[in-house]
């Protein structure tokens, strides 16, 4: 729970101590609204099998606001979904730019030779 400062701890009656208290009550709040924040970033946080699938998704549609807060959050601590990410959007690049050899068919490395040899293998193994 976060608590003003204001309206705790302010004690007229010991003048000398009031700043010092002040300045504790105040470093205590904000160190109360980091850890929320930093829970609130958690929770938000995805697995890393989500934060894959999210990457993967983020490159065909744009991410809610939710997700994209959540997926930066997890890509800070994470080093391996970063990879990930950097693979997947390599990989989305290198298609793109080269779309013609994606669709090509694998050439045929084999020689009449080796085919050959192949199909007596295969002959004899039936027999
Ligand atoms: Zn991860």
Known sequence: MLRCPIQ???????????YSSLAEIMMNWLTNIARTLIRGLADLSPSC??????????????????????????????????????????????????????????PEKLSDEARERIRQKLHASKE
Do not use: I
């Open 8 to 18: 705790h701890g302010f004690d007229s009656a010991t003048g000398s101590n009031v």
């Open 49 to 106: 099998k989500a934060a894959t699938r999210l990457q993967s998704e983020g490159l065909d549609r744009k991410l809610l606001f939710r997700q994209r807060v959540g997926l930066r959050f997890h890509l800070l601590l994470c080093k391996w979904c970063r990879r990930y990410g950097k693979q997947v959007s390599f990989l989305r690049h290198a298609a793109h730019e080269h779309p013609d050899e994606m669709t090509e068919p694998v």
